[in-house]
């Protein structure tokens, strides 16, 4: 199943055409895009009986799938590959910050590039089905409605300025594109093993698979769910693998004209334009 966002009402993608969500459930679900992961059980029971639509799916009216999330967790140094280029130790725990709901976007959006040291990060986003509050590892899964794709930009000079402060230095405007749209775990090849990566003006600069992440999406699950509440829609970004601008010699940064592309395998590529 794949649930999108357009002109902010969640829409079900089925073989190339998009059903509106609200409509064709009589207003039990939607279109609130998060009203579809608060019922996220009811709804995957109601969504696996619908058949394709008759409007045609045009990608370039996609939004952000989760445009209003309450929680977006986002997590650093989570592979062994891009810990070592940073020069950073391998954390014990899950180095945790937030990109700011306001910062997030849509697949295709433009990337405002207004700073000299702007910089891609290709991630693996999980997002919140049922409440998550003291879960076990092995049960982690079992929370997670679905995965998307996502870009975590990062001003590098404002990521580090005042000491560090990831979380402000990843929310200037646009820095958190998504998309195209949600998958459930049944339709990848396999949730714990994607390939994932991105390309810059289709030089391709990270290529990795996720069974290489430090922390699995169900660790962080429970890793995550010790600390607070995850709550239905919530987002996770679960940390880049190597190849990120900044730790090359000479580093390298996104500049206006250039496209990024980014892609997991099994979910979709979302394309943004630095502006
Ligand atoms: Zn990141």
Redesign the pocket.
Known sequence: MKIATIADRAVLVIDGTVVDIAAASGDRFGPDPLSVYEQWDAFAEWASGVGPGTEPLDEAALGCPIPNPRQVF???LNYRSHAEESGMAVPEVPATFTKFPASLGGPFDDIEVTEPMVDW?V?LVAVVGRRADRVAEADGWDHIAGLTVGQ?I?DRALQFAAGAQFSLG?SRRGYGPMGPWVVTTDEVPDRDDLALGCSVDGETVQDARTSDLIFSVPQLVAELSAVLPLLPGDVI?T??PAGVGVTRNPARFLAPGQVLETWVEGIGTIRNTCR
Request: aromatic share 10%.
């Open positions: 986002a997590i650093g990060e991630e975590d990062s990843k970004f940390g880049t």
